[in-house]
């Protein structure tokens, strides 16, 4: 009996440690600019697909808490140090990850490839959109904003989505017994 209660708690802390692996390393990869992975300038937004394959399988609550502290990681990364006001991903990923865990929750969607890969489509869209009204409301011209808005967006939108099975795939091997 105490041999199998050390292997659960030996499993469980190997599982903490994968899940923190993958995430160090999906945020080391935002850095990444590998040929053949980029569109105009844009890379895939490795946070964002490592949110939405956690948030399938977690509580809304969590998984927004999830988005909003994935999303200060990703501030960090990105936002210059000289910057005195700059919109956050914070808002964004929490969205993210909120829609992502109530679809699950509800049922509306099945765990394949193409499942995954629409469900990061919208969610990349969603969060990039929170971007630019941020922007927006921070005093940055509409037209500006809004026009590299679409490029942004639809660019970020198809890679993230067309990298989002291989990442699901290995990921899902890890989260599916948590």
Request: charged share 10%; hydrophobic share 55%.
């Amino acid at each position: 009996m105490q041999d199998q209660d050390t292997d659960l708690n030996l499993g469980s802390w190997i599982q903490w440690v994968l899940g923190l692996l993958s995430l160090g390393l999906c945020t080391l990869a935002l850095y990444a600019r590998f040929p053949y992975m980029t569109l105009l300038g844009l890379s895939p937004n490795w946070l964002l697909i490592w949110l939405v394959v956690w948030s399938l399988k977690r509580p809304v609550f969590l998984a927004v808490i999830m988005g909003i502290c994935l999303g200060f990681i990703q501030d960090a990364m990105t936002i210059p140090s000289s910057a005195v006001i700059a919109p956050t991903h914070a808002i964004g990923m929490a969205i993210t990850a909120g829609l992502t865990a109530l679809m699950q929750k509800e049922r509306y969607i099945q765990e394949d490839f193409i499942s995954i890969a629409l469900i990061v489509f919208g969610m990349t869209i969603i969060s990039e959109t929170a971007i630019a009204l941020q922007l927006t409301v921070l005093g940055q011209s509409l037209a500006q904003v809004w026009q590299a808005q679409q490029q942004i967006t639809l660019g970020s939108a198809i890679l993230t989505s067309l990298w989002s099975p291989v990442l699901h795939f290995t990921l899902r091997l890890k989260f599916v017994r948590n």
